[in-house]
């Protein structure tokens, strides 16, 4: 369980982070998320958390973490409380650059001591806030524009973030369809039906199993959900800057890049 030492360790590791320490993560960071054991192929929780926090830190120098309340949670062995993450958007950041956007984002979080390290979860990553806080640096249009392309070409945002907009989770859901994908790659870099309507998009999307290329769900047209739900074919993998994430309208399941790459070599084994 939990003890007063717990609290005050994990004080003292946000202390080493604002104070810019580049090894703080990578020495109080469990290796397994807070509800997620990554398998052996994928990256650990501290390489994740490693990674973002640099690249966040490029894109605002002066990033600063507070711990504005945590306590050890009467009902399970955790520690509970908020953090508010602030920082000013100086820096370029997933292709995005300076805004001069300031942030002050109160999260809830949920940690487990692992040892001497610790697995965070950031229960407070509700899609509407999370969609506020990329919307103020620009990683995402307005409301009222998200149906057109991207203010910014080239910008690039990281699956651990897309994978808590879509679902919430940092682990997979279970998905029952992945057998029935064929196509991986596209043969088209446009949405057909859009270019008849003369429509724009933001996004292009690959139907993997039968090929069709379709603009997003934000898009005006849809046409991508629409042939979903017109045919069963409930997968598609995103192909906007060769992006490679996968996602089941059924399941409401989304799958990272390494998905993409092991039906790869699916595929490539039932041609042999």
């Known amino acids: 369980m939990p003890t007063p030492d717990a609290v005050s360790r994990f004080r003292a590791f946000v202390a080493r982070f604002n104070a810019g320490n580049p090894d703080a993560i990578r020495d109080a960071i469990a290796a397994e998320f807070f509800t997620h054991v990554p398998a052996s192929e994928e990256p650990s929780a501290t390489e994740t958390w490693d990674v973002l926090a640099k690249e966040l830190r490029g894109g605002f120098p002066d990033l600063q973490v507070s711990v504005d309340r945590l306590a050890q949670s009467p009902d399970a062995d955790v520690m509970s409380g908020q953090v508010t993450v602030a920082g000013t958007h100086t820096g370029q950041l997933w292709g995005v650059p300076p805004t001069g956007a300031v942030i002050s984002w109160p999260i809830a979080v949920r940690i487990r001591a692992v040892g001497e390290r610790f697995a965070v979860n950031f229960d407070g990553v509700a899609p509407p806030i999370l969609m506020s806080q990329m919307r103020k640096i620009e990683l995402l249009n307005p409301p009222d524009q998200m149906h057109l392309p991207p203010h910014h070409a080239g910008v690039r945002i990281p699956e651990l973030l897309l994978r808590l907009l879509f679902t919430g989770q940092v682990g997979d859901r279970p998905c029952s369809h992945l057998d029935m994908i064929r196509f991986v790659d ?26 069709f290329v379709g603009c997003c769900d934000t898009s005006t047209n849809k046409h991508m959900k629409r042939h979903a739900e017109e045919t ?41």
């Open 186 to 211: 596209p043969d088209s870099a446009s949405c057909a039906q859009c270019v008849a309507s003369d429509e724009v998009w933001p996004a292009l999307r690959l139907c993997m199993v039968c090929g």
């Open 232 to 272: 069963g074919h409930v997968l598609m993998r995103s192909i906007h800057n060769d992006e490679g994430w996968i996602w089941c309208y059924a399941d409401n399941a989304f799958f990272g890049t390494r998905m993409l790459e092991r039906q790869r070599q699916r595929l490539a084994a039932m041609d042999r």
